[in-house]
């Protein structure tokens, strides 16, 4: 098994930026890849980035392109997500995600293991 615990989440402005973090821990010589998904309130939750085991396949959500930058440190077991220029829309209780393939899947079928969440505000 491994376990995710996800960091960094908090109220922030538009316009504003944020970097979220996520460290792993038990079995992680097992994972590969590594992603963000978001939950909005009433909606499903969506995928937001992912990266593969040597960062050499990496994507992004549509809405954030541009905008987010994931990034991660397999030493260190943590994969980070750099927000920028967020928006309200971006407000949400984001995911980190891990899979013990490296096919960065979209789907949250694609993930075996998930971290409990935290809640990222943008305001007006």
């Known amino acids: 098994q491994v376990q995710l615990v996800e960091s960094g989440g908090r109220l922030v402005q538009a316009g504003g930026t944020l970097r979220l973090s996520c460290t792993a821990s038990g079995r992680t010589f097992t994972m590969r890849g590594m992603g963000w998904f978001r939950q909005a309130p009433g909606k499903e939750r969506e995928f937001v980035a992912g990266i593969s085991w040597g960062a050499r396949t990496i994507y992004y959500a549509d809405s954030v392109q541009g905008r987010f930058t994931i990034s991660r440190d397999n030493a260190k077991n943590t994969v980070s997500l750099q927000m920028n220029t967020l928006k309200p829309d971006d407000t949400a209780v984001y995911y980190c995600?891990?899979?013990?393939?490296?096919?960065?899947?979209?789907?949250?079928?694609?993930?075996?293991?998930w971290g409990q969440g935290t809640q990222v505000s943008v305001s007006t």
């Open positions: 995600a891990a899979s013990l393939t490296d096919t960065i899947g979209r789907g949250i079928g694609s993930w075996d293991f």
